[in-house]
C-alpha cells in the first residue's frame, strides 16, 4: 500500500475524472458559430461579385493532421480586364503570389478554415491591403526551412497578416505562426497585446487573444474573445470558433496520394512517437523534498527507432511549470543513443541512456542526471495504444538526492491508427494519434511522486 493518506488518493481520483472530462470535452464540444468569418456567403469565398481579403488554412495530411495546419492569405480582386480574380498569398518552397480558381485547394484533403475576412467599403482601402500583400510575398527574404517550429508556411502567412494590418488570428494549430527567431517581442495577430517569443518557447497577452504560452511551437492559453481555450490539438480550440468550415474537395490522386487501409510492416525508417501533455503529481512525504508538495507542468517528448528491425534508439523530452510551495519547475533530458526493436507500424521498444537536469526553484536543487530508460510503445487493435515505461536516473554529485532514483509509468491512448502510403515517395509504414491519460511514480530526494497526466500523441513509421 502506497503511504497516501486518504485526502491524498481522493485528490487523485477528482483529477483523473477532470482529465476524462476534458478528454471527452475536447472531442465533442468544438461549438464553431459563424463568427467574424461568416461575412462569406453560401459556399465560401466562391463569390466573384465584391473584393474582400480572407486568411484560410488546411490540415496537415498524414500523421501531423490533428497537430498541424498550413495558412495562406487570398485575395478577390480586378483583374487588367475589369472582373474579378482569386490572387492568392502563400509559402511553398517560396513566398509566391498567384492567380488561383479555388481558394480552397491546398496540397492536402483534410479541412479547411476561414479563419477571418476583411470586406472594406472602400475600395481604396482594400486596394492598400492588397499592395501590401504584394509587397510583402516580393520582399520576403527570411530563412524558410518549412521545419517546426519554425520558419514556415505559418510564419510567412503570419507576417503577412501583421505587416497588412489584417487583425486576424491562425489557430492554434497553425504552427509556425509564433516564430521570431532566437527571440523576439512584438503585438498579438490580433493587435490587441503584446507577445514573447524565443526558439524554444514562448508567452502572450491581449485584450482579446488572452493569455497563452508556445512550447516549440504547441500552444496552450484561455482567450478572451470569442471565449476559448486553445489547445495543441485540430480545430485548436475548445470553445466558441469563430472561423467557417466550408465544404471541400479532397485533392487529386496523384496530388497527394494516402491511399492504403490494410497493415504494412515494411518499414524503411523505423518508428517514433511526439507528445504534449499537461502533468500532475503530487509529493508522499513533503518534508523529505524541501517541503514541496504538488508541482504541475506542461511536458513534450519524443522518442523512436531508427532501423528496419533492430535499430538505433533516441528520445528527449522537455517540462515547464510551477510548483506548491511557490517554485518553477523544469526538466530537459536528451537520450542521443541506445538500442531498439520496430514493433509493427509504429510501436517500438526502446532502451536508452542519457544526460539532463531537473529541478524545482522553491525546494529542489538542479542537478545533473543521467536517465536510464527502457520503453515500450504497442499499437493494440486498430484504435488502442499502450505504453509502458520504466528506470533509473542516476544522480552523480547531489546531497540531498539519492544516487539512484527509479521511475515507471504507464499510458493508454484511443485513437485512429491506419497504415498508410505516400506513393510518391514510394514509402510504407503508419500513422496513429490521439489523446491519452496516464500515471507515474517517480522516486525524488528521500520521498516520491505519485502523478496523472493528460495529453496528445502522434505516432509515425516509415
Not at 485584450?207 to 490539438?233: M, N, Q, R, T, Y
Not at 515507471?408 to 502510403?421: D, K, S, V, Y
Amino acid at each position: 500500500m502506497l503511504p497516501f493518506d486518504r485526502a491524498s488518493v481522493t485528490n487523485l481520483r477528482i483529477l483523473v475524472a477532470i482529465v476524462a472530462l476534458l478528454a471527452w470535452a475536447s472531442a465533442a464540444c468544438v461549438v464553431s458559430p459563424h463568427g467574424p468569418a461568416s461575412a462569406t456567403t453560401g459556399d465560401g469565398l466562391s463569390r466573384r461579385d465584391r473584393a474582400y481579403v480572407a486568411v484560410l488554412s488546411g490540415e496537415m495530411p498524414g500523421a501531423l493532421r490533428d497537430v498541424a495546419r498550413h495558412s495562406w492569405v487570398v485575395a478577390n480582386v480586378k483583374g487588367p480586364s475589369g472582373g474579378f480574380r482569386h490572387r492568392r498569398y502563400e509559402w511553398l518552397g517560396d513566398a509566391s503570389a498567384t492567380d488561383s480558381d479555388n481558394p480552397f485547394d491546398y496540397f492536402g484533403n483534410g479541412d479547411v478554415a476561414i479563419h477571418g475576412v476583411v470586406i472594406d467599403e472602400e475600395p481604396s482601402k482594400l486596394a492598400e491591403i492588397v499592395a501590401c500583400l504584394e509587397r510583402e510575398t516580393k520582399s520576403y527574404r527570411d530563412l524558410n526551412c518549412g521545419c517546426w517550429p519554425g520558419p514556415n508556411s505559418n510564419t510567412f502567412a503570419d507576417g503577412l497578416i501583421r505587416a497588412c494590418g489584417l487583425g486576424i488570428e491562425l489557430p492554434a494549430t497553425a504552427v509556425g505562426r509564433d516564430y521570431r527567431g532566437p527571440i523576439g517581442v512584438s503585438v498579438t495577430e490580433g493587435r490587441t497585446g503584446v507577445q514573447l517569443e524565443t526558439w524554444l518557447g514562448g508567452a502572450k497577452i491581449g485584450l482579446k487573444e488572452g493569455v497563452g504560452a508556445d512550447l516549440a511551437g504547441l500552444s496552450l492559453g484561455l482567450h478572451f474573445w470569442p471565449p476559448g481555450i486553445e489547445v495543441p490539438i485540430n480545430p485548436g480550440r475548445i470553445g466558441l470558433d469563430s472561423s467557417v468550415h466550408p465544404p471541400h474537395d479532397p485533392a487529386t490522386p496523384d496530388t497527394l496520394a494516402w491511399a492504403r487501409d490494410d497493415h504494412v510492416d515494411d518499414h524503411r525508417l523505423g518508428a517514433a512517437s511526439l507528445a504534449m501533455s499537461v502533468a500532475y503529481d503530487r509529493v508522499a512525504s513533503p518534508a523529505l523534498v524541501g517541503g514541496l508538495s504538488d508541482r504541475t507542468t506542461v511536458d513534450m517528448r519524443g522518442n523512436g527507432v531508427l532501423g528496419r528491425t533492430i535499430a538505433l534508439a533516441f528520445g528527449f523530452d522537455l517540462a515547464l511549470g510551477a510548483a506548491a510551495p511557490l517554485g518553477f519547475a523544469y526538466a530537459a533530458h536528451l537520450s542521443p543513443a541506445g538500442v531498439g526493436l520496430v514493433l509493427g507500424d509504429t510501436g517500438f521498444l526502446a532502451a536508452t541512456s542519457g544526460i539532463g537536469t531537473s529541478g524545482v526553484s522553491s525546494s529542489v536543487r538542479g542537478a545533473l542526471e543521467l536517465p536510464q530508460e527502457l520503453r515500450i510503445e504497442l499499437d493494440v487493435a486498430h484504435l488502442a495504444r499502450l505504453g509502458l515505461r520504466g528506470g533509473v536516473v542516476v544522480v552523480p554529485d547531489a546531497d540531498d538526492r539519492r544516487t539512484t532514483e527509479t521511475f515507471f509509468g504507464a499510458t493508454t491512448r484511443l485513437g485512429t491508427r491506419a497504415a498508410n502510403r505516400l506513393e510518391r515517395s514510394r514509402g510504407s509504414g503508419g500513422a496513429s494519434g490521439g489523446f491519452f491519460l496516464g500515471l507515474e511514480r517517480r522516486e525524488l530526494a528521500r520521498s516520491y511522486l505519485l502523478g496523472a497526466t493528460f495529453g496528445y500523441e502522434i505516432g509515425i513509421g516509415r
